[in-house]
């Protein structure tokens, strides 16, 4: 799908109240699907994926921490779900792992310590790692500073 049908799709589910949330207003994988629809903005579980599947394809944006009751994870992800659209432009794909012990790909590869908002480019390099939530708007400047993305934007010119 063109970033224009996923801004779409996912302006119709933030649309439709509960298609992609919980009656808590947290997001979940399972309450993303709605009419065979799946929201690309819904959180991925980190046990269900793998860094290899999005290469060349997305930007995983993977939000760690060391429990799912950590305040910082709902922070973060109602940041990400208030502003999808620029996300959708730039092919990111949100994964948490809330789990250490789970010992997924993910934290196996990335290393994350408490509380890891870690952006992967499109070549499975690490191109963005904080300690603490950031807003869509700091999450774009910082993917649209690497240097897949400037090429992207120049070839779609």
């Not at 919980?22 to 629809?37: F, H, N, Q």
């Not at 819904?42 to 760690?64: K, Q």
């Not at 499975?124 to 869509?136: E, F, H, K, Q």
């Amino acid at each position: 799908m063109r970033p224009s049908l996923f801004a779409l799709i996912a302006a119709l589910l933030l649309a439709m109240p509960g298609a992609a949330q919980t009656e808590t207003g947290t997001i979940t994988p399972e309450a993303a699907v709605a009419d065979d629809v799946v929201d690309p903005m819904a959180p991925r579980d980190a046990r269900d994926v793998t860094l290899e599947e999005f290469l060349w394809i997305a930007r995983p944006l993977v939000v760690f921490a060391d429990s799912p009751a950590d305040p910082r994870v709902r922070e973060q992800l109602q940041m990400l779900a208030e502003r999808p659209e620029p996300l959708l432009e730039r092919d990111v794909v949100v994964i948490v792992d809330t789990d250490p012990s789970a010992q997924t790909a993910l934290r196996i590869a990335l290393r994350p310590r408490g509380f890891s908002l870690v952006i992967v480019q499109k070549d499975g390099r690490v191109g963005l790692r904080r300690p603490s939530p950031r807003d869509v708007r700091e999450i774009v400047r910082g993917i649209d500073n690497f240097a897949l993305r400037q090429e992207e934007v120049r070839i779609g010119q």
